[in-house]
Protein backbone atom coordinates (compact mmCIF):
# COMPACT_ATOMS: atom_id res chain seq x y z
CA UNK A 1 0.00 0.00 0.00
CA UNK A 2 1.17 3.25 -1.22
CA UNK A 3 1.72 6.26 1.47
CA UNK A 4 -0.70 9.04 -0.08
CA UNK A 5 0.85 11.59 2.39
CA UNK A 6 -0.87 15.16 3.23
CA UNK A 7 1.75 17.45 1.26
CA UNK A 8 0.85 20.68 -0.58
CA UNK A 9 -0.72 18.83 -3.49
CA UNK A 10 0.14 22.37 -5.89
CA UNK A 11 3.46 23.02 -5.23
CA UNK A 12 6.94 22.01 -6.86
CA UNK A 13 8.98 20.67 -8.33
CA UNK A 14 6.90 20.97 -11.35
CA UNK A 15 6.81 19.06 -14.47
CA UNK A 16 5.22 18.86 -17.83
CA UNK A 17 3.62 16.09 -19.30
CA UNK A 18 2.93 15.68 -23.19
CA UNK A 19 0.63 13.06 -24.62
CA UNK A 20 1.13 12.94 -28.59
CA UNK A 21 -1.94 11.60 -30.51
CA UNK A 22 -2.75 11.05 -34.10
CA UNK A 23 -5.37 13.77 -33.74
CA UNK A 24 -4.36 16.01 -30.96
CA UNK A 25 -1.65 17.05 -28.53
CA UNK A 26 -2.51 17.57 -24.95
CA UNK A 27 -0.27 18.98 -22.55
CA UNK A 28 -0.21 19.93 -19.03
CA UNK A 29 1.65 21.02 -16.11
CA UNK A 30 1.49 18.59 -12.97
CA UNK A 31 2.78 19.49 -9.43
CA UNK A 32 5.29 17.12 -7.67
CA UNK A 33 2.22 15.36 -5.83
CA UNK A 34 0.17 14.42 -8.99
CA UNK A 35 -1.87 17.26 -9.42
CA UNK A 36 -2.83 19.05 -12.64
CA UNK A 37 -2.02 23.16 -12.48
CA UNK A 38 -3.23 23.06 -16.59
CA UNK A 39 -3.95 21.80 -19.71
CA UNK A 40 -3.81 22.39 -23.68
CA UNK A 41 -4.91 20.94 -26.64
CA UNK A 42 -3.63 21.72 -30.13
CA UNK A 43 -3.78 19.47 -33.30
CA UNK A 44 -1.09 17.40 -34.31
CA UNK A 45 -1.48 17.45 -38.10
CA UNK A 46 0.15 14.91 -38.88
CA UNK A 47 -0.03 14.86 -42.55
CA UNK A 48 1.95 18.02 -42.93
CA UNK A 49 4.97 16.01 -40.97
CA UNK A 50 6.68 16.24 -38.19
CA UNK A 51 8.19 19.72 -38.77
CA UNK A 52 4.70 21.13 -38.07
CA UNK A 53 3.52 18.84 -35.58
CA UNK A 54 6.48 19.67 -33.24
CA UNK A 55 6.40 23.26 -33.60
CA UNK A 56 2.36 22.72 -32.84
CA UNK A 57 3.44 20.41 -29.91
CA UNK A 58 5.87 23.04 -28.67
CA UNK A 59 3.09 25.79 -28.91
CA UNK A 60 1.15 24.02 -26.16
CA UNK A 61 3.61 22.79 -24.34
CA UNK A 62 4.67 26.54 -23.61
CA UNK A 63 1.13 27.72 -23.15
CA UNK A 64 0.46 25.03 -20.67
CA UNK A 65 3.73 26.40 -18.53
CA UNK A 66 2.11 30.26 -18.92
CA UNK A 67 -1.63 29.00 -17.44
CA UNK A 68 0.08 27.44 -14.86
CA UNK A 69 1.56 30.91 -14.16
CA UNK A 70 5.60 29.64 -14.81
CA UNK A 71 7.91 29.22 -16.64
CA UNK A 72 10.02 27.27 -18.73
CA UNK A 73 13.30 27.58 -16.07
CA UNK A 74 10.26 26.18 -12.99
CA UNK A 75 10.13 22.57 -15.13
CA UNK A 76 12.13 20.17 -13.83
CA UNK A 77 11.33 17.77 -16.66
CA UNK A 78 9.22 16.94 -19.51
CA UNK A 79 7.53 13.42 -19.87
CA UNK A 80 6.45 12.76 -23.72
CA UNK A 81 4.20 10.01 -24.51
CA UNK A 82 3.39 8.65 -28.27
CA UNK A 83 1.73 5.29 -29.69
CA UNK A 84 3.42 2.65 -30.17
CA UNK A 85 5.72 0.90 -31.45
CA UNK A 86 9.01 2.33 -29.95
CA UNK A 87 12.09 2.29 -29.15
CA UNK A 88 11.54 3.64 -25.38
CA UNK A 89 16.11 4.05 -24.55
CA UNK A 90 16.56 5.10 -27.86
CA UNK A 91 13.69 7.82 -27.75
CA UNK A 92 12.51 7.11 -31.38
CA UNK A 93 9.42 6.24 -32.52
CA UNK A 94 9.27 3.30 -34.93
CA UNK A 95 5.90 3.02 -37.42
CA UNK A 96 2.92 4.25 -35.52
CA UNK A 97 0.08 3.72 -37.61
CA UNK A 98 -2.02 6.75 -37.23
CA UNK A 99 1.26 8.97 -37.73
CA UNK A 100 3.03 7.54 -41.04
CA UNK A 101 4.47 10.60 -41.41
CA UNK A 102 6.40 10.45 -38.00
CA UNK A 103 8.00 6.65 -38.62
CA UNK A 104 11.71 6.44 -37.27
CA UNK A 105 11.42 9.59 -35.54
CA UNK A 106 14.29 10.58 -32.88
CA UNK A 107 10.96 12.71 -30.90
CA UNK A 108 12.60 12.63 -27.24
CA UNK A 109 15.45 14.02 -28.14
CA UNK A 110 13.36 16.48 -30.72
CA UNK A 111 11.16 17.41 -28.17
CA UNK A 112 14.28 18.41 -25.45
CA UNK A 113 15.97 20.67 -28.10
CA UNK A 114 12.57 22.61 -28.46
CA UNK A 115 11.72 23.39 -24.92
CA UNK A 116 15.48 22.73 -23.34
CA UNK A 117 14.30 19.94 -20.70
CA UNK A 118 15.40 16.62 -20.17
CA UNK A 119 12.60 14.03 -21.38
CA UNK A 120 11.15 11.15 -20.82
CA UNK A 121 9.62 8.93 -23.50
CA UNK A 122 6.79 6.41 -22.78
CA UNK A 123 4.23 4.35 -24.49
CA UNK A 124 0.70 5.85 -24.43
CA UNK A 125 -0.87 3.02 -23.11
CA UNK A 126 1.78 2.71 -20.14
CA UNK A 127 1.69 6.48 -19.30
CA UNK A 128 -2.14 6.41 -18.87
CA UNK A 129 -1.62 3.53 -16.37
CA UNK A 130 1.04 5.85 -14.75
CA UNK A 131 -1.34 8.34 -14.13
CA UNK A 132 -3.98 6.14 -12.14
CA UNK A 133 -1.74 4.97 -10.41
CA UNK A 134 0.70 8.45 -9.17
CA UNK A 135 -2.40 10.46 -9.31
CA UNK A 136 -5.95 8.44 -9.84
CA UNK A 137 -8.08 5.39 -8.66
CA UNK A 138 -4.76 3.31 -8.19
CA UNK A 139 -2.90 5.85 -6.08
CA UNK A 140 -2.75 3.67 -2.69
CA UNK A 141 -2.03 0.31 -4.51
CA UNK A 142 1.05 -0.98 -5.58
CA UNK A 143 0.12 -2.77 -8.79
CA UNK A 144 -2.03 -2.29 -11.09
CA UNK A 145 -3.18 -3.61 -14.48
CA UNK A 146 -4.78 -0.73 -16.80
CA UNK A 147 -7.29 -1.61 -19.72
CA UNK A 148 -7.61 1.48 -22.45
CA UNK A 149 -10.52 0.42 -24.50
CA UNK A 150 -11.14 2.32 -28.38
CA UNK A 151 -10.32 1.56 -31.72
CA UNK A 152 -8.14 -1.09 -30.54
CA UNK A 153 -6.91 -2.03 -26.98
CA UNK A 154 -4.07 -0.71 -24.73
CA UNK A 155 -2.61 -1.90 -21.62
CA UNK A 156 -0.61 -0.81 -19.12
CA UNK A 157 1.17 -2.36 -16.07
CA UNK A 158 2.46 -1.11 -13.19
CA UNK A 159 4.70 -3.34 -10.23
CA UNK A 160 6.19 -1.74 -7.48
CA UNK A 161 6.66 1.66 -8.86
CA UNK A 162 7.99 0.95 -11.88
CA UNK A 163 5.97 0.25 -15.95
CA UNK A 164 6.56 -2.98 -17.17
CA UNK A 165 7.80 -2.01 -21.10
CA UNK A 166 9.87 -4.97 -21.40
CA UNK A 167 13.44 -5.65 -23.16
CA UNK A 168 12.29 -4.63 -26.48
CA UNK A 169 9.55 -1.49 -25.82
CA UNK A 170 6.74 -4.44 -26.11
CA UNK A 171 6.20 -4.79 -22.40
CA UNK A 172 2.17 -5.00 -21.44
CA UNK A 173 0.73 -5.18 -25.58
CA UNK A 174 -1.73 -7.35 -24.11
CA UNK A 175 -4.41 -6.36 -26.62
CA UNK A 176 -2.72 -9.02 -28.78
CA UNK A 177 -2.56 -11.69 -26.18
CA UNK A 178 -4.29 -14.73 -27.92
CA UNK A 179 -8.03 -15.15 -26.21
CA UNK A 180 -9.07 -18.08 -29.12
CA UNK A 181 -6.10 -20.60 -30.37
CA UNK A 182 -9.10 -21.64 -33.26
CA UNK A 183 -10.40 -18.27 -34.01
CA UNK A 184 -10.21 -17.11 -37.39
CA UNK A 185 -10.30 -13.31 -36.79
CA UNK A 186 -7.82 -11.31 -37.88
CA UNK A 187 -5.89 -8.24 -36.03
CA UNK A 188 -6.41 -5.64 -38.95
CA UNK A 189 -2.84 -4.33 -38.65
CA UNK A 190 -0.22 -7.32 -37.34
CA UNK A 191 -2.74 -9.77 -39.21
CA UNK A 192 -2.37 -12.38 -35.93
CA UNK A 193 -5.04 -14.22 -35.32
CA UNK A 194 -7.49 -14.67 -32.23
CA UNK A 195 -5.86 -11.91 -30.51
CA UNK A 196 -7.83 -10.05 -27.63
CA UNK A 197 -8.45 -6.69 -30.05
CA UNK A 198 -9.66 -8.65 -32.86
CA UNK A 199 -12.28 -9.97 -30.73
CA UNK A 200 -13.15 -7.23 -28.37
CA UNK A 201 -11.86 -3.73 -29.65
CA UNK A 202 -14.17 -0.94 -30.76
CA UNK A 203 -13.66 -1.90 -34.72
CA UNK A 204 -14.32 -5.45 -33.41
CA UNK A 205 -17.67 -4.85 -32.36
CA UNK A 206 -18.62 -3.12 -35.44
CA UNK A 207 -17.67 -6.09 -37.11
CA UNK A 208 -19.32 -8.63 -35.44
CA UNK A 209 -22.44 -6.56 -34.96
CA UNK A 210 -21.76 -6.45 -39.44
CA UNK A 211 -21.77 -10.04 -39.18
CA UNK A 212 -24.78 -10.74 -37.43
CA UNK A 213 -26.98 -7.97 -39.19
CA UNK A 214 -25.47 -9.52 -42.43
CA UNK A 215 -26.63 -13.54 -41.49
CA UNK A 216 -29.96 -11.84 -40.36
CA UNK A 217 -30.13 -11.46 -37.05
CA UNK A 218 -32.96 -9.48 -35.72
CA UNK A 219 -32.06 -5.86 -34.69
CA UNK A 220 -33.80 -2.37 -34.17
CA UNK A 221 -30.18 -1.09 -35.37
CA UNK A 222 -31.18 -2.11 -39.04
CA UNK A 223 -33.66 0.68 -39.80
CA UNK A 224 -31.15 3.17 -38.26
CA UNK A 225 -28.74 2.42 -40.85
CA UNK A 226 -30.97 2.23 -43.30
CA UNK A 227 -32.52 5.96 -42.78
CA UNK A 228 -27.94 6.91 -43.06
CA UNK A 229 -26.71 6.24 -38.98
CA UNK A 230 -23.10 4.90 -39.34
CA UNK A 231 -22.73 1.85 -37.73
CA UNK A 232 -20.61 2.87 -34.37
CA UNK A 233 -19.92 1.32 -31.20
CA UNK A 234 -22.21 4.17 -29.55
CA UNK A 235 -24.90 3.53 -32.20
CA UNK A 236 -24.45 -0.01 -31.02
CA UNK A 237 -24.62 1.00 -27.32
CA UNK A 238 -27.83 3.39 -27.72
CA UNK A 239 -29.50 0.12 -28.78
CA UNK A 240 -28.31 -2.11 -26.28
CA UNK A 241 -29.17 0.56 -23.75
CA UNK A 242 -32.97 1.00 -25.31
CA UNK A 243 -33.20 -3.06 -25.03
CA UNK A 244 -31.86 -4.45 -28.50
CA UNK A 245 -30.94 -8.11 -27.36
CA UNK A 246 -28.13 -7.97 -29.97
CA UNK A 247 -26.77 -5.18 -29.55
CA UNK A 248 -26.66 -6.12 -25.82
CA UNK A 249 -25.39 -9.60 -26.56
CA UNK A 250 -22.57 -8.16 -28.67
CA UNK A 251 -21.35 -5.76 -25.82
CA UNK A 252 -21.69 -8.65 -23.15
CA UNK A 253 -19.29 -10.90 -25.19
CA UNK A 254 -17.02 -8.00 -25.61
CA UNK A 255 -17.13 -8.13 -21.60
CA UNK A 256 -16.23 -12.10 -21.93
CA UNK A 257 -13.38 -11.49 -23.90
CA UNK A 258 -11.80 -8.90 -21.63
CA UNK A 259 -12.64 -10.93 -18.59
CA UNK A 260 -10.91 -13.81 -19.94
CA UNK A 261 -7.67 -11.54 -21.13
CA UNK A 262 -7.94 -10.18 -17.37
CA UNK A 263 -7.91 -13.74 -15.86
CA UNK A 264 -4.52 -14.25 -17.78
CA UNK A 265 -3.44 -10.88 -16.59
CA UNK A 266 -4.03 -11.68 -13.04
CA UNK A 267 -2.54 -15.12 -13.27
CA UNK A 268 0.49 -13.34 -14.82
CA UNK A 269 0.65 -10.46 -13.03
CA UNK A 270 -0.92 -10.78 -9.66
CA UNK A 271 -2.20 -7.55 -9.43
CA UNK A 272 -4.04 -5.62 -6.68
CA UNK A 273 -6.41 -3.73 -9.02
CA UNK A 274 -7.31 -3.58 -12.56
CA UNK A 275 -8.63 -0.82 -14.09
CA UNK A 276 -10.80 0.03 -17.56
CA UNK A 277 -10.33 3.15 -19.22
CA UNK A 278 -10.52 4.70 -22.64
CA UNK A 279 -13.78 5.85 -24.74
CA UNK A 280 -15.51 2.78 -25.63
CA UNK A 281 -16.49 1.87 -21.49
CA UNK A 282 -20.43 2.51 -22.33
CA UNK A 283 -21.06 5.02 -19.50
CA UNK A 284 -18.94 3.65 -17.10
CA UNK A 285 -20.48 3.66 -13.44
CA UNK A 286 -22.79 6.28 -14.12
CA UNK A 287 -24.94 4.76 -17.18
CA UNK A 288 -26.50 0.80 -16.70
CA UNK A 289 -24.75 -0.43 -19.30
CA UNK A 290 -21.78 0.63 -18.12
CA UNK A 291 -22.63 -1.03 -15.16
CA UNK A 292 -23.31 -4.41 -16.49
CA UNK A 293 -20.60 -4.05 -18.58
CA UNK A 294 -18.23 -4.18 -15.69
CA UNK A 295 -20.40 -6.58 -13.77
CA UNK A 296 -19.81 -9.04 -16.74
CA UNK A 297 -16.13 -9.02 -17.19
CA UNK A 298 -16.00 -9.48 -13.11
CA UNK A 299 -18.16 -12.62 -13.42
CA UNK A 300 -16.25 -14.08 -16.22
CA UNK A 301 -13.31 -13.42 -13.47
CA UNK A 302 -15.13 -14.93 -10.35
CA UNK A 303 -15.71 -17.79 -12.65
CA UNK A 304 -12.54 -18.42 -14.51
CA UNK A 305 -9.39 -16.83 -11.92
CA UNK A 306 -8.00 -18.02 -9.12
CA UNK A 307 -9.80 -17.75 -5.84
CA UNK A 308 -7.66 -15.36 -3.94
CA UNK A 309 -7.47 -13.53 -6.88
CA UNK A 310 -11.09 -12.90 -7.85
CA UNK A 311 -11.41 -12.34 -4.11
CA UNK A 312 -9.34 -9.95 -3.72
CA UNK A 313 -8.54 -8.11 -6.88
CA UNK A 314 -10.30 -4.69 -6.95
CA UNK A 315 -11.83 -4.24 -10.41
CA UNK A 316 -13.27 -0.79 -11.40
CA UNK A 317 -13.02 1.85 -14.06
CA UNK A 318 -10.25 4.52 -14.27
CA UNK A 319 -11.12 8.01 -13.28
CA UNK A 320 -8.93 10.39 -14.71
CA UNK A 321 -10.58 10.38 -18.49
CA UNK A 322 -8.30 11.76 -21.17
CA UNK A 323 -6.11 13.69 -18.31
CA UNK A 324 -4.37 10.26 -17.70
CA UNK A 325 -2.10 10.68 -20.43
CA UNK A 326 -0.18 14.13 -19.83
CA UNK A 327 -0.31 12.97 -16.10
CA UNK A 328 1.38 9.67 -16.54
CA UNK A 329 3.77 11.53 -18.83
CA UNK A 330 4.64 13.74 -15.84
CA UNK A 331 4.71 11.15 -13.83
CA UNK A 332 7.27 9.49 -15.51
CA UNK A 333 9.00 12.60 -16.13
CA UNK A 334 9.60 12.98 -12.25
CA UNK A 335 10.80 9.23 -11.64
CA UNK A 336 13.27 9.35 -14.62
CA UNK A 337 14.59 13.27 -13.38
CA UNK A 338 12.65 13.95 -10.33
CA UNK A 339 14.77 12.27 -8.16
CA UNK A 340 12.32 10.31 -6.19
CA UNK A 341 9.94 7.62 -6.67
CA UNK A 342 6.28 8.36 -7.33
CA UNK A 343 5.15 6.30 -4.04
Request: proline share 4%; charged share 20%.
Amino acid sequence: MKDSGSADTTSGPYFLGIDVGGTNIKCGVVSGEGTPLSKTSVKTETEAGPDVGLANLEQGARQAVEQAKLSIDDIVAVGLVTPGPMDIPEGRLLTPANMPEWHDLPVRDLVSERLGKPTAFQNDANAAAYGEFWAGQAKDVDSLVYWTLGTGIGCGIIVNDMIIQGAHSHGSECGHIIVDMDGDRQHPGTGQRGTLEAYAAARALVTRCREALAAGRASSIRSAIKVGAELTPKLIADHAERGDRLCDQLVMDTAMYLGVGTVTLMHTIDPEMILFGGAMTFGRNDAPLGQRFLHKIKGVVQERAFPTCAEKTEIDYATLGGDAGFIGAAGCAKQAHGGTSLS
